[in-house]
């Protein structure tokens, strides 16, 4: 659907004001990576520890990123088109290892078992954390999508697995490789979990050079190596969407019936079970574990109530206000469809693969050349937040959007109703669930940031991020357990959320 009427003729510079704040952080590392000249830039690319950075990070990259395919679509598939004993109850369990952040997953491994480290330590522990960024998208798209299409190919002639290579698998492409391009984006920007892992990517070698090298210049180099894979990644994802347009011609779509299971439903319950106990069962022993063995350490103690009330109240504030600035963005795009209306939408995404640390510098840069009274307060630790996360709320609210019926925003304004009061009335109120996805997604991911919070969080401030990454820099993973737990504990009601629209369907009882 493209909208080519103006709702307000201030949407346009919103928009681009709102993604120019966003992508002020890679202004900033183009800015510094520029001081180091051609010379340097020259010698720092030339080295042979850049071709291995590469190599590490693309290899996991696409290891990762096909593995979370495979598993998101197939899980997806198994949940919303066949006759899966306990469908709810699956899809609640496939989408909880989103509540363990990813260095919480290292440190689960990492503490029970030293031999995962390396390579496929990094495999094994990416992928377990991010199969469900595609499996949630994957499975609306099957639950909300029209039957039709597989109507027809079966009518043909083609049997289900022709039909769901042929026909199913193109229809959700869009899902797919929005699901596959968040996977992969959240790969570049890793730090927390490579450390703990002793995986050596271009994340963990810029946090290096900003923290002990104090090296802008070249960490600025390296970060736009990083954006120059995320402009890769981008171009592919848009390629693929344009692909497979997916439309839908009315506010209603006809379910697709599921298929019988038969025979198969004993080894797709194992398999599905398999996969909920690595990704979910291994983290939740490794807490409990480390918390009935005990939480003895020489570090000094910290209130616990006190870091859980400032994740949560520094989490919300980013998540509201990320949320707020997605909606402007994310209207001009699906209004307009235009070329720059879809460069605009592009640009936001791209600070995404941006590292932790490089966008709290550029933060910091801003306070203290012009809000030096905003230095270390809160409020630049909210806006390093919404920097960071801004792509998963835009992502949601257009998600949302593309949901809406054609037509509804012409029909009230050709009855006289004014471009603000369709947006309030009407548009508004149908994306709720898509706003309230987005207030979820990026909180459930703020609540456990690391390296920016590292940076920017106020002084004497702990969130339960920072105090963990304390403990367990000195080895003392008992006393870090609570403050894990407690960062699962805390975002379980935004993955529950998000699943929520995935659960039931219509005239089934399960």
């Known amino acids: 659907m493209r909208r080519r009427w103006r709702a307000t003729g201030l949407l346009a510079p919103v928009a681009v004001a709102v993604v120019a704040v966003v992508a002020s952080p890679l202004g900033f590392v183009i800015a510094q990576a520029a001081q180091a000249g051609w010379d340097q830039t020259r010698r720092l690319l030339g ?42 109850a699956w899809t609640v369990a496939l989408a909880l290892p989103l509540a363990v952040p990813e260095f919480v997953r290292g440190y689960s491994w990492v503490s029970l078992f030293r031999s995962v480290h390396g390579y496929w330590g990094a495999v094994l522990v990416m992928t377990c954390s991010l199969y469900p960024l595609v499996f949630l998208p994957v499975a609306a798209a099957l639950r909300h999508g029209d039957a039709a299409a597989e ?26 490789a929005g699901g596959v391009l968040l996977v992969s984006l ?53 390629w693929a969407g344009r692909r497979t347009r997916v439309t839908r011609h009315g506010a209603l779509a006809r379910p697709a019936p599921p298929a019988r299971l038969g025979g198969w439903t004993a080894p797709a319950l194992l398999a599905l079970a398999a996969l909920v106990g690595v990704s979910l069962g291994v983290p939740l022993y490794a807490l409990t574990y480390w918390l009935i063995k005990g939480s003895s350490t020489t570090l000094p103690s910290a209130s616990v109530l006190g870091a859980t009330l400032a994740t949560l109240g520094y989490a919300l504030g980013a998540a509201l206000v990320a949320t707020a600035a997605a909606v402007p963005v994310a209207l001009y795009g699906w209004r307009h469809g235009t070329r720059p209306a879809r460069a605009v939408e592009r640009v936001a995404y791209l600070t995404r693969a941006l590292p932790g640390i490089a966008v709290a510098l550029s933060v910091v840069f801003f306070a203290v050349r012009w809000a030096q009274p905003l230095y270390q307060q809160p409020p630049m630790l909210i806006l390093g937040y919404v920097l960071l ?29 004014r471009p603000l009061a369709v947006l309030g009335r009407i548009t508004l109120p149908l994306v709720l669930p898509g706003l309230g996805a987005a207030v979820a997604m990026v909180g459930l991911t703020a609540s456990t940031e690391l390296t920016a919070t590292l940076l920017l969080r106020p002084t004497g401030t702990q969130t339960l991020a920072t105090q963990f990454w304390v403990y367990t820099s000195g080895l003392a993973y008992g006393a870090a357990a609570p403050y894990a737990a407690l960062m699962v504990a805390l975002s379980v009601p935004s993955v529950l959320l998000l699943t929520r629209r995935n659960l039931g369907r219509p005239g089934e009882n399960q």
């Open 151 to 176: 109507e027809v190919s079966r009518s043909l002639g083609r049997g289900r697995l022709a039909t769901l290579w042929r026909v199913t698998l193109p229809l959700t492409r869009p899902a797919l």
């Open 186 to 238: 959240y790969l570049l920007g890793e730090y927390g979990a490579f450390a703990m892992l002793r995986y050596t990517t271009f994340a963990t070698a810029v946090f290096t050079q900003y923290k002990l090298g104090f090296d802008a210049a070249s960490a600025s180099l390296l970060t736009l190596v990083l954006v120059a894979l995320a402009l890769l990644l981008v171009a592919l994802e848009a």
């Open 389 to 417: 996360f801004f792509p998963l709320a835009l992502t949601a609210v257009r998600a949302a959007l593309a949901q809406v019926p054609p037509g509804v925003e012409e029909a009230a304004r050709s009855l006289g109703t």
């Open 47 to 88: 080295r042979p520890l850049i071709a291995t950075l590469l190599w590490h990070t693309l290899s996991l990259a696409a290891a990762v990123t096909l593995a979370t395919a495979v598993l998101g679509f197939g899980a997806a598939y198994l949940v919303e088109r066949t006759t899966l004993p306990g469908r709810r």
